[in-house]
């Protein structure tokens, strides 16, 4: 089956991964990842792609991001690997590409699912077992969302601004929301639609998007077509 064209689409967030090459590191220290998050946020300034959150672990990156524009996504990618790559090898003695072929990248229905991928990504350290409250990684954007520093790499995402009237109100929730942590099953869900591409949303939102692309932006169902009866 022929590779389906990636999904992008303006001003609608997106769960994006990109990870090390064959699982390698993509930061060794944290100087690393200080020059990781720096080179992001220059790149996404550049070509005006809103960063939500972040959670950068030593083999992979994983975002929520509303571009500005179709190409403003992959151009931020790729001087993202402009801006790093390099140094990092030189740092570290290696040669070549770091990142493991395309980064992934899935849109997200603003609203609840865009709120579940906000989760989905402060809770990534918690899943891979780094520390026991999403909060405590120092990289990051938990700390930010439950209002325990400031991280000027963040834009807001509205779902989250609508989840109280005051900056307490809504950091409190939210760390409600952080504690709880995502259901096993959503959890898997988030990760398969970002590996394959697929959209996130109720059915009149992925049949938009659908004709807009001109591709299917969910799995097909399993099993053969109904027969009408009549």
Known sequence: MARLPRLAVADHPHLVLLRGLDHQPIVIDDEDRRRCLECLR????????????????DDRLRLLVTPSTPQALGRMVQSLGRRYVGGFNRRHGRRGTLWDGRFR???????????????????????????EHAADFRWS?????????????????????????????????????????????????????????????????????????????APRRRGRPSMAIG
């Open 141 to 217: 954007s938990a700390a930010h969302h439950v209002g325990r520093h400031r991280d000027p790499l963040l834009s807001r995402l509205i779902d989250h601004w609508q989840l109280g009237n005051t900056p307490f109100e809504r950091e409190s929730a939210y760390a409600r929301r952080l504690e709880e942590g995502l259901a096993t099953r959503d959890a898997l869900r988030l990760a398969d639609a970002n590996h394959k591409g697929w959209a996130l949303g109720d059915a009149a939102f992925l049949a938009q998007l659908a004709a807009q692309a001109a591709r299917p932006t």
């Open 105 to 131: 990248a899935t849109v997200v229905q603003p609203g609840p699912q865009a709120l579940q991928a906000l989760l989905f990504v402060d809770t990534e350290p918690v899943r891979a077992g780094l520390v």
């Open 42 to 57: 220059e790149a996404a300034a550049q070509h005006q792609v809103l960063i939500h959150a972040h959670a950068l672990l």
